[in-house]
């Protein structure tokens, strides 16, 4: 139990460090491609279950678009505030926007976290330290890893960890109801997506 424990707790510093040292030193071309093939090895070293065959992907799926559906409304119907679109029109968004919304934020960000987060570091996690206190881990991992983005971006650090934190604790939850890790890639990605293209309707409109 010693040993898996050390595991868990070493591949989640790993992310952690990862995420915050070497990822944003990786040219930005080929940050997507990096990333998703370090999600892919990571769930591959660990056996982490994916659940992305029937029935179980039906259950991800069904799950992660009721949860999708509300959170992507919800961002748009968030526009309407004053402070939120002030907010978005002065986000530095990448250009061209066509690769950042179709690979970047898919594989890069969504793909990537969520096969390293929730499938990996969850599953080592888990079994190191049992459903509850694992899911902790990774979901104190997964906030800790955005400290780098919250800089970057001129954003609250504390506030980013501890969003980021419930987020990838949601995450967990949506995996862990539904067997399937279709449930929070779905949820991740309306969030971001959602976002992405509410920020970037607003700064058109603002000309």
């Not at 591949?11 to 995420?19: K, M, Q, S, T």
């Not at 890639?185 to 293209?197: R, S």
């Amino acid at each position: 139990m010693h040993a898996k424990r050390i595991r868990a707790l070493a591949l989640a510093a790993a992310l952690v460090g990862w995420n915050g040292l070497v990822g944003p030193r990786i040219p930005s071309r080929l940050r997507p491609l990096i990333h998703g093939v370090l999600g892919a090895a990571l769930v591959a070293a660990t056996d982490a279950p994916l659940g992305l065959r029937p029935p179980a992907l039906w259950w991800g799926l069904r799950l992660g678009l009721a949860v999708a559906a509300p959170v992507a409304l919800g961002v748009a119907a968030s526009t309407a505030a004053p402070r939120v679109r002030v907010a978005m029109a002065n986000r530095d968004l990448p250009r061209p926007q066509a690769p950042w919304l179709l690979v970047r934020i898919p594989i890069g960000t969504v793909w990537s976290e969520e096969a390293a987060f929730r499938a990996a570091l969850g599953t080592v996690a888990a079994d190191a330290f049992g459903s509850t206190v694992g899911r902790l881990v990774q979901s104190l991992a997964f906030g800790l890893s955005h400290i780098a983005d919250a800089r970057g971006s001129n954003e609250p650090v504390i506030g980013t960890v501890l969003v980021t934190g419930v987020a990838g604790w949601i995450f967990a939850l949506l995996r862990e109801r539904s067997g399937s890790l279709a449930a929070p890639m779905l949820a991740h990605l309306a969030i971001n997506e959602a976002g992405a293209v509410a920020a970037s309707a607003v700064q058109r409109r603002a000309g």
